[in-house]
DNA sequence: CTCCAATCATTTGTGGTCAAATAAATGTGA
DNA sequence: TCACATTTATTTGACCACAAATGATTGGAG
C-alpha cells in the first residue's frame, strides 16, 4: 500500500465517518425529537445556564447565524427561551424552560449513544490511538497556512 | 486523562473535523466556483463517463435526492448536461461538456488542499497510524448503523 | 396481453451550515 | 455632548443532506 493509496484511503474513510454522524444524528432526532446540535445546545445550556447567543455558537463552534435557527426550533418546541439581558440590550440571554430541563434529564448525553458503545467495547490502546490520530488530523486541518494548492499527484 | 475523557475528545475532534471539511468546501468554492460535491461528481465523472443520476449517487454516496440539486446546479453552470438513455426511459445520463472536461483539467483534485498538504509532510508511521484510527471508526460507526437499520426494519 | 410491482428521477418539506448585509445598541474618542 | 466604530442578533441567499411522496417507465407474473 503506497502514500498515495493511503491518503486516498483517509479521504474515503472521512467522508464515510461525516457520513455515519449525519445519520446518527437523524437517528438521535428520530427518537428524542432532537437534532444532534440542538441536543448540544440543550446540554451546553443546561450547563452553563443562560448564555448570549454568540457565547452558544462559540460553545458549539458554529456560525452564530447558524445559532439563531437552532434556537429557534428549540423554542418552537418549548425547551428554551429568549430574554433580553437587562445589562446589555444588544445581548439576549438564552435559557431552559422547565420542560426544557425535563427532556434534559431523559435525553442522552451528546456524545452518547450507540455509536459511544462501540468505542466503550475497544482496549484503551485502541481509543488512545484513534483519539491521537484525530487529534493530529484537527491540528493539520485548522492549521492557517494556506498556499500548496497544487502538488498532489493522482495515479 | 480517563477513557471517558477520551471519548469526549474523541467526538469534540470529529466535530472539528467536520467543521473544517465544510470550511475546505467553501474555500474550494470561493477559489474554483464549485463546491466539494460539485467538484468530486465532476471527477467522476470525467472518469466514468457518462452516468445514471442514481449511479452517480452511488458513487459519492449520497441519496439521490440531495443528487439531483448537484446536477442542477453543474448544468447551469454548463459543466454537466442530462440526457435521457435511449436503453431505458426511466434513466437518465449525466454527462460533461466541453466546458467540464476543460475546467476537470485545472481543477484540483477532490482530495486536495490544507489536509492533503499535512498528510504530506508526515512521516509514514503517522499516516498509517492515522488510517487505521480512522478505519477502525468507520468499522464501528458503520456496523452502527447496520444495527439500527436491522433493529428498525422489524415491524 | 394485461395488470401490477419494482425502479428511477424528481418534488416537497425539514433541518443544518456559512457568508454577507442589516439594524439596534453600546462604547469611545474628539 | 456627539459622531463613529464596534458588537450583537437577525435576515437573506446559496448550498448540502435526508426522508417521504409523486409520476413515469419498465419488466415480469398470470
Redesign the pocket.
Known amino acids: 500500500m503506497d502514500r498515495a493509496g493511503n491518503i486516498e484511503g483517509i479521504f474515503r474513510d472521512l467522508r464515510r465517518v461525516v ?1 455515519a454522524l ?2 446518527y444524528s ?1 437517528d438521535v432526532n428520530a427518537r428524542f425529537g432532537l ?1 444532534a ?2 441536543l448540544w445546545a440543550l446540554w451546553e445550556l443546561g450547563r452553563d445556564g443562560p448564555l ?3 457565547a452558544l455558537a462559540q460553545a458549539l ?6 445559532m ?4 429557534d ?1 428549540l423554542e418552537d418546541k418549548g425547551l428554551a427561551l ?1 430574554e433580553p439581558d437587562p445589562a ?5 440571554r438564552i435559557g431552559l424552560t422547565l420542560k426544557g430541563r425535563a427532556l434534559l434529564k431523559q435525553a442522552p448525553h451528546p456524545a452518547q449513544g450507540r455509536l459511544v458503545h462501540g468505542l466503550q467495547a475497544m482496549s484503551d490502546r485502541r481509543v488512545v490511538e484513534i483519539q491521537r490520530a484525530l487529534g493530529t488530523l484537527v491540528r493539520v486541518m485548522e492549521a492557517e497556512d494556506l498556499d500548496a494548492q497544487f502538488f498532489f499527484s493522482e495515479t
Not at 463552534?61 to 447558524?66: A, F, G, I, V
Request: aromatic residues 0%; hydrophobic residues 30%.
Open positions: 457520513h449525519e445519520l437523524k437534532t446540535p440542538q448570549a447567543l454568540g463552534q458554529l456560525h452564530p447565524s447558524t439563531v435557527g437552532v434556537v426550533r429568549r446589555d440590550g444588544r445581548r439576549i
